[in-house]
C-alpha cells in the first residue's frame, strides 16, 4: 500500500508557474505508473499526465501537453508536475495518483489507479 500526499498548490496569475509535488510512503515506490489528474467545481476529474515506472516515459492530456511537465525521483520517493504558461482554464484540484497494474503509458482512465492522494487546489486568475 502507498499513501501520497501533495503539496505546492496556490493563486497564480495567467502566465506565471507553479511546481507540485507528491511525497509517497512505502519502500516499492519504483513498482507504481504515476499520475495528475485534476477536477474543476462541477467537472468530472481529468487526466493531466502519467509517468512510467522507471521514469523513462510520460504521457500528456492534449490541453496541458507543451506548458506541464512530470517527473519523477525514485530514490526519494517523488512525483513532481511543473506547471508553465498557466491559464484560468487550469483551475482545479490536482491529486495525484499510483498505478500498480498497468504498464500502458496512455493508463487515462480514474478507475485505473489504486491510490490517490488528498489533492491541492490551484487557481489561476485571469
Known amino acids: 500500500q502507498v499513501q501520497l500526499v501533495e503539496s505546492g498548490g496556490g493563486l497564480v496569475q495567467a502566465g506565471g508557474s507553479l511546481r507540485l509535488s507528491c511525497a509517497a510512503s512505502?519502500?516499492?515506490?519504483?513498482?507504481?505508473?504515476m499520475a495528475w489528474f485534476r477536477q474543476a467545481p462541477g467537472k468530472e476529474r481529468e487526466f493531466v499526465a502519467r509517468?512510467?515506472?522507471?521514469?523513462?516515459?510520460?504521457y500528456y492530456a492534449d490541453s496541458v501537453k507543451g506548458r506541464f511537465t512530470i517527473s519523477r525521483v525514485n530514490a526519494k520517493n517523488m512525483v513532481y508536475l511543473q506547471m508553465n504558461s498557466l491559464k484560468p482554464e487550469d483551475t482545479a484540484v490536482y491529486y495525484c495518483?499510483?498505478?500498480?497494474?498497468?504498464?500502458?503509458?496512455?493508463?487515462?482512465?480514474?478507475?485505473?489507479?489504486?491510490?490517490w492522494g488528498q489533492g491541492t487546489q490551484v487557481t489561476v486568475s485571469s
Open positions: 495518483a499510483a498505478d500498480s497494474r498497468s504498464t500502458v503509458i496512455q493508463t487515462t482512465t480514474t478507475r485505473a489507479y489504486d491510490y
Open positions: 509517468i512510467s515506472r522507471s521514469g523513462s516515459m510520460t
Open positions: 512505502g519502500r516499492t515506490f519504483n513498482s507504481y505508473a
